[in-house]
């Protein structure tokens, strides 16, 4: 294949005992993984033993599962950019642009595991358990989403908007609770065919994560970002980013920024021949079947998966 997309799994896409059968098979995860378990350490995380031993309910804990999908997607780059295969671009969904950006050579592992750990930490704090909500709309456009959701801000004064703009049928929301449900009302009666609750800890993507856009500042100013060897497509602005500069100040405004995954699929099925989605589950394959049918996405989530891509 000519030309080649890496696309970083997001948020969701951990399961339990996910990285144990790469580990197993491949020495390249295994080092990936004792790296990470060796950065992670002073914050008494083993991201090895509770991804291949832990529990759904202790890798659904948003500061754990961020450096997981991270570790397990940057073990799976490194197999197979072991075994020659190249990308020309790379993009990720939220927590997956980090992944990305490793990849691409913006900041080492070291530096991300720590970074996504505080992240996902910061992003559970900063609204109170019950306050807030998400709600994945099916069935209409996500212009009409967002419009609808900016109506349900001006009547109530409450935060709602569009954080996920996934497929062309498929736009997650999030904000308070109460904004959410009633957005979910205004949606439906607008022709949403479903508005479904989603089961997270807190609403992504959205006004309420500026705490934890606030406090995890300071430490993307003082982690050292380095120009991109391949370009990262941003979730913010869907722009081919080489600059390390531009990478952190990216990674800032996504806390509470949408992801512009439409655009960002459509922008590289222009672009590039094929995709690989790297690290765990098959969530972004399944969105680029709707945004781009006839662009071809092979999926690395396990052992016996990238065995099947390497064979080709």
């Given at each position: 294949?000519a ?7 997001g ?10 059968d790469?580990v197993?098979a491949?020495?390249?995860?295994r080092?990936?993984y004792?790296?990470?378990d ?7 995380l ?13 890798l659904?804990?948003t500061?754990?599962?961020?450096p997981a ?6 073990a799976v780059f490194?197999v197979l950019?072991a ?5 020309t671009?790379?993009?990720?969904h ?10 691409a ?5 070291e ?7 505080r992240r996902?930490?910061?992003m559970?704090?900063a ?25 349900v801000?001006?009547a ?14 498929q736009?997650?929301?999030?904000g ?20 479904l609750p989603?089961p997270?800890s807190a609403p ?14 300071p430490?993307l ?6 120009d ?17 500069a ?17 655009e ?11 995709a690989?989605?790297?690290g ?8 680029a ?5 006839d ?5 690395t ?8 891509l390497l064979?080709?």
């Amino acid at each position: 294949m000519a030309s080649l997309s890496f696309l970083f799994s997001g948020q969701g896409s951990q399961y339990a005992g996910m990285g144990r059968d790469l580990v197993a098979a491949h020495p390249e995860a295994r080092a990936v993984y004792e790296r990470a378990d060796a950065a992670l350490a002073p914050f008494g995380l083993a991201i090895s033993r509770v991804s291949f031993e832990g529990t759904d309910e202790e890798l659904k804990r948003t500061a754990v599962t961020q450096p997981a999908i991270l570790v397990h997607s940057v073990a799976v780059f490194e197999v197979l950019k072991a075994r020659g295969l190249s990308p020309t671009m790379l993009a990720g969904h939220s927590l997956g642009e980090w992944s990305a950006l490793v990849a691409a050579g913006a900041l080492s592992l070291e530096e991300a595991v720590v970074l996504v750990h505080r992240r996902g930490t910061f992003m559970q704090e900063a609204v109170p358990a019950g306050e807030g909500a998400m709600g994945a709309v099916i069935g209409l456009d996500g212009a009409l989403v967002a419009e609808a959701c900016a109506e349900v801000e001006a009547a109530t004064g409450e935060a709602v908007s569009a954080a996920n703009f996934n497929s062309p049928e498929q736009t997650v929301i999030a904000g308070t609770t109460n904004a959410v449900a009633k957005a979910g009302e205004l949606l439906r009666q607008k022709g949403a065919k479903r508005v479904l609750p989603l089961p997270v800890s807190a609403p992504f993507h959205c006004a309420l994560m500026k705490p934890a856009e606030e406090k995890l500042g300071p430490f993307l100013e003082a982690a050292p970002f380095s120009d991109l060897a391949v370009p990262v497509v941003t979730n913010v602005d869907v722009l081919a980013n080489l600059s390390g500069a531009e990478a952190r100040e990216a990674l800032r405004r996504q806390v509470c920024s949408p992801v512009r995954w439409v655009e960002t699929v459509q922008r590289l099925s222009r672009d590039t021949e094929g995709a690989i989605e790297v690290g765990p589950g098959t969530v972004l394959a399944g969105l680029a079947k709707r945004i781009a049918k006839d662009w071809p996405v092979r999926t690395t989530s396990d052992a016996e998966g990238i065995g099947k891509l390497l064979a080709g």
